[in-house]
């Protein structure tokens, strides 16, 4: 690095340009949480593709508790299942559309400078 500018900015780019790293790991996870308080504290895995009852699907995100059982994502539900321990888990719905609008509003207000 010469000093001037930051590792993986080439010479032609502007030097007032600023790369953000927006960190979303467990975003689903506590896009749940922010809907139902209650959660907080208890692992919490947000499924993509499963329906309650049904063994297929697959995990899109797992909270920091839950990781603590063995679950991560892209794991099977099934698998995630077997790995926490019995809950008695209400029906939250989607959160989908909650999430949806968090996330356009994250990257409404990280991308605002784009157009200057």
Do not use: K, N
């Not at 900015?9 to 308080?37: I, K, N, Q, W």
């Not at 209650?38 to 899109?60: D, F, H, K, Q, S």
């Amino acid at each position: 690095m010469s000093g001037s500018t930051l590792p993986g900015t080439g010479d032609d780019e502007s030097p007032d340009r600023v790369v953000l790293h927006v960190d979303m790991d467990c975003f689903y996870a506590s896009c749940e949480r922010r809907r139902e308080p209650e959660l907080r504290g208890e692992p919490v895995v947000v499924g993509m593709g499963y329906e309650a009852g049904e063994t297929i699907g697959a995990v899109a995100t797992a909270s920091y508790e839950a990781r603590e059982y063995g679950v991560d994502s892209a794991q099977p539900i099934s698998q995630a299942v077997e790995r926490l321990p019995p809950v008695e888990r209400p029906d939250l719905g989607t959160g989908g559309t909650f999430a949806a609008t968090t996330a356009r509003w994250i990257w409404s207000s990280t991308s605002r400078s784009r157009a200057r």
